[in-house]
Nanobody
């Protein structure tokens, strides 16, 4: 049974930082690219960042470039999202996702971690 468990969400003031973690189990971690998405109330779920396996290549949404950093610890089957210089518009539920490197879609999703940024 595949599980993705997020942690590290919370309430922070604008300009502050948070680090989200996503622990994966039940899958061969090296077979998957890992990503973070977010969904604000009443809005679509949007891509935030992804990281591949081999060379740990990364990609970011324009809205978070220079502020967020995605990383992975393959020994711990864990992916992280370091979020700095947070803005109120970053407020959302953040979801971890795992997608096979041979497919374009994401097969597994976490339950979500709430991030709230106050102004």
């Amino acid at each position: 049974q595949v599980q993705l468990v997020e942690s590290g969400g919370g309430l922070v003031q604008a300009g502050g930082s948070l680090r989200l973690s996503c622990a994966a189990s039940g899958l061969t971690f090296s077979d998957y690219r890992m990503a973070w998405f977010r969904q604000a109330p009443g809005k679509n779920r949007d891509f935030v960042a992804l990281i591949t396996w081999g060379d740990s290549g990364t990609s970011y949404a324009d809205s978070v470039k220079g502020r967020f950093t995605i990383s992975r610890d393959n020994a711990k089957n864990t992916v992280y999202l370091q979020m700095n210089s947070l803005k109120p518009e970053d407020t959302a539920a953040y979801y971890c996702a795992a997608g096979l490197i041979t497919r374009a879609t994401y097969a597994y999703w976490g339950q979500g971690a709430q991030v709230t940024v106050s102004s």
